[in-house]
């Protein structure tokens, strides 16, 4: 079964989160009266904030290299003067690959909106696969070696230790240089589709075991559903020895 990812970047200790609102609090930009802003500043302003928001969640017992690029604001657009600017993270996204920062006049005659680009890179070792793998085949120790990748490059998590990925399977055609991650790989197979299984349910201190006919493929750990031969359907969790328990 592929365990549940770690936190790619969770903070070193519980004073870190704190520290951090800290410091983005007062990176707004504040001039008093209110004064227009050049397209430079703004972007100064968040690659400050920016920097500052990843410096305080550091990578516990990850040695990932962390970078930020922020955008460029559209040339064209003119902002209304503003005594006070402040940079946030929109909801529903976070400072791992492409992503955006907001910027908001919060003190100003006519108050405004805008997004900047940003691009997070996170550096470090992965387990890269030394030559192509078909969907379906097993994993062993020779297949992969380590290299530096782009952890963010893309939103699945990278399987970071080699024994969580040995002895799984390709989940679909893999390439020579791909990075071991999480979509890429799953439990092996224990039956296929349409296959005959064993299915048991049990309650009050016995067992009852029965046959159906997998609905879908199942590995250990997963949730498949059974039809059984009198037509009923159920539902149940695949057993190491690929029995369909039903509870």
Not at 5 to 27: D, I, N, Q
Not at 30 to 47: C, F, P, R, W
Not at 211 to 227: C, I, K, Q, T
């Amino acid at each position: 079964m592929i365990r549940s990812p770690r936190p790619l970047a969770a903070p070193v200790s519980a004073a870190a989160p704190r520290l951090a609102r800290a410091v983005l609090a007062g990176l707004g930009l504040s001039l008093g009266a209110a004064q227009a802003q050049t397209h430079a500043e703004l972007e100064a302003l968040s690659q400050r904030w920016a920097d500052a928001a990843l410096a305080g969640e550091a990578p516990a017992g990850l040695p990932l290299r962390l970078q930020i690029q922020i955008g460029k604001l559209d040339a064209r657009l003119q902002l209304a003067a503003c005594a006070k600017v402040e940079p946030y993270l929109p909801p529903g996204t976070r400072l791992w690959g492409r992503s955006r920062i907001g910027l908001r006049c919060v003190e100003g005659p006519r108050p405004w909106n805008v997004y900047l680009p940003v691009t997070v890179q996170a550096f470090g070792p992965a387990w890269v696969l030394n030559s192509n793998v078909r969907m379906g085949e097993a994993l062993t120790a020779a297949d992969a070696s380590l290299a530096e990748i782009d952890w963010a490059e893309t939103d699945s998590p990278v399987v970071a230790n080699q024994p969580d990925w040995v002895g799984l399977e390709a989940a679909r055609h893999l390439q020579a240089g791909q990075a071991l991650r999480q979509n890429l790989l799953r439990a092996p197979q224990l039956f296929a589709q349409g296959a005959q299984v064993k299915v048991a349910a049990g309650g009050g201190g016995f067992t009852i075991m029965s046959s159906g006919r997998a609905m879908v493929a199942g590995a250990e750990g997963a949730n498949v559903r059974v039809r059984m031969d009198n037509g009923r359907l159920v539902s149940g969790i695949v057993n190491a020895q690929g029995v369909v328990e039903v509870r």
